[in-house]
């Protein structure tokens, strides 16, 4: 069965820091590798995308990694805003287009 | 550019009563998909619909159903309802099909059953 399996559930961070949040998967055969924004109540908004071939991308100061091999992926959120404060979702697609395996998410809140 | 449109934004049904739940996709975009995603949890699979055709189906009972119009539009709709039905469904369109092609969430559609 695909599974994915974010860590930490939470995250409290001051305004201004770095932080690392996790995505390990078991879905196969892969296809790519997304990471959501969600805030409260709205629908979710794309971070970045990764297929095989790609072990790093960057959106302004959200950097994804993905290693295929170990099938682990993190987003990395630089100098952190108040802004930043909503649930990361990590959603994994298998080479069936119609199947995407959605993780439950890291809960961040960013303090001033 | 309007984004995915979802409608309407909040309902509160009573248990076993039915309810239709309706999605404009980005235009241009073929393909849609339906979401459901209870407090606290990521979002499950329900349905992905593409030129009308139901091209995937996840874990969920016969009471679920969906259909896409030749606009693309689409509509979920779920019979008799649960207390357990309560949450936020959220769809998501797409240009195509194809594997990697983005996929944009509409603002969703909060359901509570009581």
């Known amino acids: 069965k695909n599974q994915v399996e974010q860590s930490p559930q939470s995250l409290i961070i001051l305004e201004g820091k770095n932080c690392t949040l996790q995505?390990?998967?078991?879905?196969?055969?892969?296809?790519?590798l997304r990471w959501y924004k969600q805030d409260t109540g709205r629908g979710p908004v794309s971070l970045t995308i990764?297929?095989?071939?790609?072990n790093t991308k960057s959106n302004g100061r959200y950097t994804a990694t993905l290693d295929a091999d170990t099938k682990q992926s993190s987003l990395h959120i630089t100098a952190s805003q108040l802004s930043d404060s909503a649930s990361y979702i990590c959603?994994?697609?298998?080479?069936?287009?119609?199947?995407?395996?959605f993780g439950d998410g890291t809960t961040l809140t960013v303090k001033p | 550019d309007a984004g995915v449109t979802q409608s309407p934004t909040h309902l509160i049904k009573t248990r076993g009563q039915q309810v239709t739940l309706r999605c404009s996709p980005i235009?241009?975009?073929?393909?849609v998909s339906w979401y459901q995603q209870v407090l606290g949890q990521g979002p499950q699979f329900i349905f992905q619909?593409?030129?009308?055709?139901?091209?995937g189906r996840g874990n969920f009972p016969d009471r679920f159903s969906a259909r896409q119009f030749p606009n693309y539009s689409s509509e979920l709709n779920v019979n008799a309802l649960l207390l357990g039905d309560s949450a936020l469904y959220l769809c998501a369109s797409s240009l195509e099909l194809l594997m990697n092609t983005e996929a944009f969430f509409g603002q969703g559609t909060r359901l509570t059953v009581v």
């Open positions: 995505c390990n998967y078991t879905v196969s055969p892969f296809s790519n």
């Open positions: 235009s241009g975009h073929k393909s």
């Open positions: 990764m297929t095989f071939s790609e």
């Open positions: 619909y593409y030129e009308k055709e139901e091209r």
């Open positions: 959603v994994v697609s298998d080479t069936n287009a119609g199947k995407s395996t």
